[in-house]
């Protein structure tokens, strides 16, 4: 049996020897290759931090000692030694979530895996502790150093220094990446930590040296050790940054030694104050396709090869990012005052292919949405348009920014949200489900949502031109799906999708939700019933020609991938209200709660957003307003029945 197979808490490292903790370390390594290739997730993040969280299992005990991953996506180690070692289903329904979760093992404490919180939320754990006279208790937060480009960490460092009395250990997980290479002040700082002569020929000249001496040799460096990082610091400098806000630092750390991991983590859980534990790491250690990978050393990875860390399966459909970054620089070529900006996802989002031909128009601010966005509020009032891409579930972070400093400043910003609607596997904190409700009680702001590759580079288009008012373009994760061509268009720019001889129902739907739109429509249609499908394309403000086709229909029908309450839906009954349009309207989204991890078509299925369930819910409304059913609706398991007059339908062996 493996040691990792023996491993059932983290107390059951502590009967390990050192070599056997070194195997243990190896067969992680080789487990999160081989599983996660199989499933998919954060892979990169994992593999660079095994003796990290192992020497933090060690020197503190979990869960009496809260630790506190910022961001999530590096848990996986930590998710196996406390005893979550099957993997099979991993970001899958029923299986372990791709993020700590609080359900899954008291040793998770924060779920939401949005960067740069952690800090934050041990601040106020310790506080808390300190209070309640949990004085026993130690906080230990694991910051990636991507973090550390967020005002969010520096609101919380500044706090935490007001106060030196508690049990608060900050590790920095230093591997100079985020989702991407870090940028800024922050990540030049540590670069140089990291590159600076003296330290690299200083730490590995007494490395070699005490190691060919052997176990003696060995005992003696890790007694050395202390020492030398002291002369270290005074030759880097590298305790300026932390002076000034009198919090201990300790570090440069080998984070791949863990005796010297443990060795740090003692002495900071020894000083009864708050402490900072640089580590040093390497995303993607001891796996060579994710060394190899410059873009991200296999940050994220869906289904690959274990051996080579090739793709197992690729769709030849093209994706909504890629579409949008073909068409942002075709934009770019025509418009040089249009410029780029994202928060440490230049490739995620699609911003590459801009920044690689206009270096120059293309601003990488790390993970910092709030700057972002006011940023580009500077830069459109001197004079430039700026196209802020981000992915929405991250837009929620900035929505004060965007509605004081880019909504009352009327200016025009376009912001590209990626990833919009269900994400499926990564669970609550990234679904991008509240963008429409959140967005559009922005005066004067124009929200966009494609339905395909087409309309996503029209309605880009249409959205740069804006000078006057924000302007948003939402779309969703994954392939884009075929063109649906559009019958014709209004004279307000609204696609009629399929217009029905008698008009019974309007369904309008939300980008693309005009797939399954008409699969409703042509569900009812043999029905009897009439059905018109419309996209609105730009769905906030509501076009009049939307009010006109619901004052003609006895029914409107909304479809969004977002949240119900205070959605689309409930943006057209409003103004129809507005209007003395007294035509019921039927709101059909996704419920307002926090979605566990699960593929997108499960998601959409348990919230009813399905062919079958729609049309059959339609079905029984429209019969009690004396239209009959005249058969089963296709491919529908339960036998639908009207009597003569129209009754409400029965539905045999339905629970």
């Not at 002040?185 to 005490?210: C, H, I, P, W």
Request: proline share 5%; no cysteine.
């Amino acid at each position: 049996m493996s040691l990792l197979e023996n491993i059932r808490g983290p107390r059951d490292l502590d009967r390990l020897s050192e070599a056997e903790l070194a195997r243990l370390a190896d067969e992680i390594r080789d487990f999160l290759i081989a599983e996660v290739s199989k499933t998919g997730g954060h892979l990169g993040p994992n593999l660079g931090v095994v003796e990290l969280t192992m020497a933090i299992h060690s020197v503190f005990d979990s869960p009496k000692d809260a630790i506190v991953f910022d961001t999530g996506h590096q848990s996986y180690v930590h998710k196996l030694l406390t005893g979550r070692q099957d993997f099979s289903m991993l970001r899958l329904r029923g299986g372990l979530a791709g993020y700590p979760q609080r359900s899954e093992s008291p040793h998770d404490i924060v779920e939401s895996s949005h960067a740069s919180s952690s800090l934050s939320w041990a601040d106020g754990i310790s506080r808390a502790f300190e209070m309640t006279g949990q004085v026993d208790r130690h906080v230990v937060a694991v910051v990636g150093d991507g973090a550390l480009t967020g005002g969010m960490t520096w609101e919380a460092l500044n706090n935490i220094s007001d106060d030196n009395s508690r049990r608060l250990v900050i590790v920095v997980n230093d591997n100079g990446r985020s989702y991407a290479p870090t940028i800024g002040g922050m990540a030049r700082f540590l670069n140089t930590v990291r590159t600076r002569r003296e330290y690299r020929d200083l730490y590995l000249g007494s490395q070699k040296l005490f190691n060919n001496l052997g176990r003696p040799g060995r005992a003696m460096y890790r007694g050395f050790r202390g020492g030398l990082h002291g002369f270290l610091s005074r030759v880097t400098n590298n305790e300026a940054l932390y002076s000034n806000l009198d919090i201990k630092y300790i570090g440069p750390v080998d984070g791949h030694d863990l005796g010297a991991m443990r060795e740090a983590l003692q002495q900071a859980k020894n000083y009864g104050a708050p402490v900072i534990v640089h580590a040093i790491t390497e995303k993607g250690r001891g796996y060579e396709p994710a060394r190899l990978d410059s873009a991200d050393q296999f940050h994220a990875v869906g289904q690959i090869d274990p051996e080579t860390g090739e793709p197992t399966s690729i769709s030849n459909k093209p994706s909504w990012t890629s579409v949008f970054a073909d068409e942002i620089v075709q934009i770019a070529d025509e418009n040089p005052s249009v410029v780029g900006i994202t928060a440490a996802m230049l490739r995620p989002t699609g911003l590459h292919r801009f920044a690689e031909k206009y270096p120059a128009r293309v601003f990488d601010v790390g993970i910092a949405e709030q700057h972002a966005v006011t940023s580009a509020a500077g830069l459109a009032f001197g004079g430039l348009h700026p196209v802020v891409a981000l992915y929405a579930t991250f837009i929620n972070r900035a929505f004060d920014q965007v509605l004081m400093d880019v909504g009352l400043h009327k200016a025009g910003v376009t912001f590209v949200l990626d990833r919009a609607g269900v994400t499926g596997p990564d669970g609550p904190s990234h679904h991008g489900i509240w963008d429409l409700s959140i967005l559009q009680v922005v005066p004067h702001i124009r929200l966009a949502a494609p339905r395909d590759a087409v309309r996503l580079r029209e309605e880009l288009r249409e959205a740069v031109a804006v000078d006057d008012a924000p302007t948003v373009i939402r779309y969703s994760k994954g392939s884009v799906g075929a063109e649906i061509v559009a019958v014709r268009r209004t004279d307000d720019g609204v696609d009629v999708l399929r217009e029905a001889a008698h008009r019974d129902v309007l369904i309008v739907t939300v980008g693309p939700m005009a797939t399954l739109g008409l699969e409703v429509a042509a569900r009812l249609a043999d029905q009897g019933i009439g059905a018109t499908v419309i996209d609105p394309r730009w769905v906030v403000p509501v076009p009049a020609s939307v009010i006109d086709f619901a004052r003609d229909h006895r029914l409107v029908v909304s479809i969004e991938d977002g949240v119900r309450v205070a959605g689309i839906g409930t943006r057209i009954r409003q103004d129809l209200r507005d209007a003395g349009v007294d035509t019921a309207v039927n709101e059909l989204g996704l419920p307002d709660e926090f979605l566990d991890h699960a593929t997108r078509e499960e998601i959409f299925a348990s919230a009813g957003l399905t062919p079958q369930k729609i049309a059959r819910d339609l079905v029984a409304q429209v019969l009690g307003s004396k239209i009959p059913v005249a058969r089963p609706l296709p491919g529908d398991d339960h036998r639908l029945v009207a009597d003569e007059q129209g009754a409400e339908p029965v539905r045999g062996d339905d629970n």
